[in-house]
């Protein structure tokens, strides 16, 4: 008998897969090369393929399971699902060489000695041959038993193990991706257990998991045992950590998000129940489940554990990492870490666009939730609540039909792989409906909370993951249309062409766009779409005995310290992942520029905002900055903007000032800019003004003197050069960027700019419409040229082909 059943975990590396598995392979990798690195991971013990084997061969199993195996009809799901009952039964009911049980009983009871016990509280976890390999992530395929204690618990839980090799899912998939089930061996992991159940859990990537976009971390977790995070059963929290910042040992936290942890698994108090799902005390789910330091530690692990993966392979390779903290001791934990498998497989030189064949404005949303992938699909809703009803009612699944239901886990794959869209009631971005989707190449919306309620059976449906982070499901099949490019075919150019952004959302998206930067970012959008509750309001409102006011607001402020702190990270959070995107080429955010009508729309607004007769040309922009009454709501603009760049690590933000009419105006702007923190050249800050006022480009030598840069806003200037009304029907047929007027406006800046030796680009939306309006600027050597996402191949050839001929 081969007595290389046991090894300590300590004892394996990523040499080892064929013995010990991908998951132990990578723990005792981590173990042996990170913990000097400061990285806590659980000890343990590997019960090794070998082992798995002599208990095949000991029962005289193997040629019973290839019958059953050779009898699959793979179309058939009751005909996998009958095979596979089969051959689990078999191996649970398989008893273990004498030796073999000694071995893996000693060696528990020596793991438990090292923690002062008779029987330790461990995991059990599987680690199959094919599993956490690059090409194919195998996610939850098969078991993990948690809270295991004793030595009778721990064999069966072995059993257990060996014949999850077998569940319906893993065979499926095998066979799916071309994997011999029997070239495919399983290992087991013994670890112990970290009391996450009085502490946190979940899973972590090195990457954006959407997009792709290198540059962070994503952690999602949520009070308790893991298992809950990992099947999407609660929506847990979310955090983004910026690496370049984390890196430099900033507090580089991009992004939060307040999940619904209303439920948390923990250990069971009866002998025959090892875990139990509680609900969660009120006050807890208010919190994030990971403080910012905490958030930081784990996120400085994720990218050492990348780091080192990335060297021993050669090449780029993000992981997915799971993580736990323990209650008990306070301390920290990777339990998992396999190599993420659809982003670091993919080319994101080629890029495919999804667009709906309607404005989504004109279309009916049936339900909302949390966009997978950035894909479209339609189809007829199909929504089954379990795999066994949906058995014994022979109720079939038809290929190219919409999955829904409440959630998925690893025994779903061979349904999720015919549905033309996947849609879930529960669930986040790294549960295993999400992961398993973006393998699959399947558009998903998790997390919508009642989508089998609201959706009806056998109706028409499209499922957009096109539109941002948001996943969109509209009534009818709207039809969409695809198109494809590679960026490495694009022409070079010399003249910088930069995006102009509304949406953080869709940032990480459009970073692999050929950009040098964004050239307009916003903060009316993130205002109005993330905040929603007029600055004032939130600082005076209690001021105001509006009690629904006050309600809503403190309802919004739920896991941030106080109103200011809500109002200055929910805009940090959109700015810093727009300029993470773009990192290290330049992002000009725009102050705010809401006109009052605008401002009265926001909760609370109706307090604080004047009624004008025409608010296009009243208390806007500038004018808004210096006065007594929105002066200490334009201070947390400029905390927000200072925190984004000092303390995130984003230095790459460049300010800008709009509607701004005169340059005594600008002077009162930049002295109450100083007074709250923020002062043109100091840490490099630069300001910019918007050119959008006819004034700006007639005082331009004078504005020149005072900023770095000018970005024209065309929109406005052709407006008030024009003396129009932009929104007016009577005149539209007059309004044209190409007029002669606005064209000799614009020569003039650019002169005076360059005389001036002051940078000036164009924001406007006139390049993004018009391909020879980018020409014409390229002629008179603006430095910038920014337009929307959507524009960026037809304008770079535009500029290409008008650069070859200067």
């Not at 013995?19 to 400061?38: D, F, P, R, T, W």
């Not at 020596?110 to 041959?129: F, G, K």
């Not at 430099?248 to 942890?261: A, D, F, R």
């Not at 905002?609 to 900055?625: D, V």
Request: hydrophobic share 40%.
């Amino acid at each position: 008998m081969n007595n290389k059943f046991i090894l300590e975990l300590a004892d394996v590396c990523i040499d080892d897969i064929e013995m010990v598995g991908g998951k132990n392979a990578s723990l005792g990798e981590m173990i042996q090369n990170l913990s000097g690195l400061g990285v806590n991971i659980p000890a343990g013990f590997v019960i090794t393929v070998n082992a798995y084997r002599e208990f095949l061969a000991y029962n005289n199993l193997e040629s019973s399971i290839i019958k059953i195996i050779h009898s699959i009809s793979y179309d058939s799901i009751e005909s996998l699902r009958r095979a596979g009952n089969d051959v689990r039964l078999l191996i649970r009911n398989g008893r273990f060489p004498k030796e073999m049980s000694k071995m893996i009983i000693k060696a528990y009871e020596e793991l438990s000695a090292r923690y002062n016990q008779q029987h330790t509280d461990i995991a059990v976890r599987s680690s199959a041959t094919a599993e956490d390999l690059p090409d194919a992530s195998f996610a939850g395929q098969q078991e993990t038993f948690l809270n295991v204690r004793g030595p009778a618990l721990l064999m069966d839980s072995v059993r257990n193990c060996f014949a999850s090799l077998f569940t319906d899912r893993a065979i499926s998939y095998r066979n799916t991706f071309g994997y011999d089930h029997f070239s495919i061996g399983i290992s087991l992991c013994v670890q112990k257990m970290v009391r996450s159940d009085l502490g946190s859990s979940g899973i972590a990537f090195s990457l954006d998991t959407e997009s792709g976009f290198r540059e962070a971390v994503v952690i999602n977790g949520a009070y308790g045992l893991g298992e809950l995070v990992v099947q999407g059963a609660v929506l847990p929290d979310e955090f983004v950590v910026f690496k370049p910042g984390l890196k430099k040992g900033l507090q580089s936290i991009i992004e939060k998000k307040l999940g619904v942890k209303d439920r948390m698994m923990i250990y069971g108090d009866k002998t025959d129940e090892r875990v139990k799902v509680i609900p969660t005390e009120k006050n807890f789910q208010n919190r994030f489940c990971l403080s910012d330091t905490l958030v930081l530690q784990l996120a400085a692990w994720v990218v050492k554990i990348e780091d080192h993966y990335t060297k021993i392979k050669h090449k780029w390779t993000p992981m997915d990492v799971e993580w736990a903290y323990d209650g008990l001791s306070k301390e920290l934990y990777i339990v998992q870490a396999r190599p993420e498998t659809v982003h670091s497989q993919k080319n994101h030189k080629l890029i495919t666009e999804y667009r709906l064949n309607a404005s989504s404005a004109s279309l009916k949303v049936l339900a909302k939730g949390i966009a997978v992938g950035d894909g479209i699909g339609a189809g007829n809703v199909n929504i089954l609540y379990s795999l066994d009803k949906r058995v014994i009612d022979g109720h079939e699944f038809t290929r190219g039909d919409v999955l829904v239901t409440d959630m998925t886990d690893p025994d779903w794959e061979p349904i999720m792989k015919k549905a033309s869209a996947i849609i879930t009631n529960k669930g986040g971005r790294t549960c295993h409906a999400a992961i398993v989707a973006r393998e699959l190449g399947v558009p998903a919306v998790v997390g919508c909370g009642n989508a089998t309620d609201i959706l009806q059976n056998g109706h028409p449906v499209t499922v957009s993951c096109a539109e941002g982070e948001t996943g969109l499901i509209y009534d009818g099949d709207v039809g969409f249309v695809t198109s494809e490019f590679n960026v490495d075919e694009l022409p070079d150019i010399k003249t910088a062409l930069m995006l102009n952004l509304a949406t953080p959302s869709m940032c990480f998206k459009f970073s692999h766009l050929p950009s040098k930067g964004v050239g307009l970012a916003r903060e009316e959008f993130i205002i109005n779409n993330y905040i929603q509750v007029h600055p004032l309001a939130l600082l005076h409102h209690r001021r105001l005995n509006d009690p629904a006011l006050s309600q809503e607001i403190q309802k919004r402020i739920l896991g941030f310290e106080n109103e200011e702190d809500f109002f200055v990270r929910k805009l940090a959070y959109g700015i810093a992942k727009i300029a993470a995107s773009s990192y290290p080429h330049p992002v000009i955010v725009r102050f705010s520029d809401f006109k009052t009508n605008e401002y009265f729309n926001l909760l609370g607004g109706q307090y604080f905002e004047p009624h004008e007769e025409n608010p296009m040309m009243g208390w806007r922009g500038a004018s808004r900055y210096y006065s007594e009454q929105y002066k200490p709501a334009f201070g947390l603009e400029c905390k927000t903007i200072k925190m984004v760049r000092e303390e995130m690590g984003l230095d790459n933000v460049v300010v800008m000032i709009p509607f701004c009419r005169t340059v005594d105006e600008l002077l009162k702007v930049i002295a109450v800019m100083k007074e709250f923190g923020l002062e043109r050249n100091k840490n490099d800050l630069h300001v910019y003004l918007m050119a959008e006022i006819p004034s700006n480009i007639i005082l331009a030598d004078e504005f020149a003197k005072h900023i770095d840069g000018f970005s024209i806003g065309s929109n406005d200037l052709t407006q008030l050069t024009l003396g129009l009304d932009r929104d007016s029907s009577l005149v539209a047929h007059l309004y044209d960027e190409r007029n002669n007027a606005i064209k000799l406006m614009i020569c003039s800046l650019i002169r005076i700019a360059k005389s001036n030796n002051v940078k000036v680009g164009i924001c406007g939306q006139a390049p993004s419409d018009f391909p020879d309006f980018a020409q014409f600027l390229v002629e008179n050597g603006v430095d910038s040229i920014s337009v929307t996402p959507d524009a960026v191949i037809k304008t770079v050839n535009a500029i290409a082909n008008i650069e070859s001929k200067l």
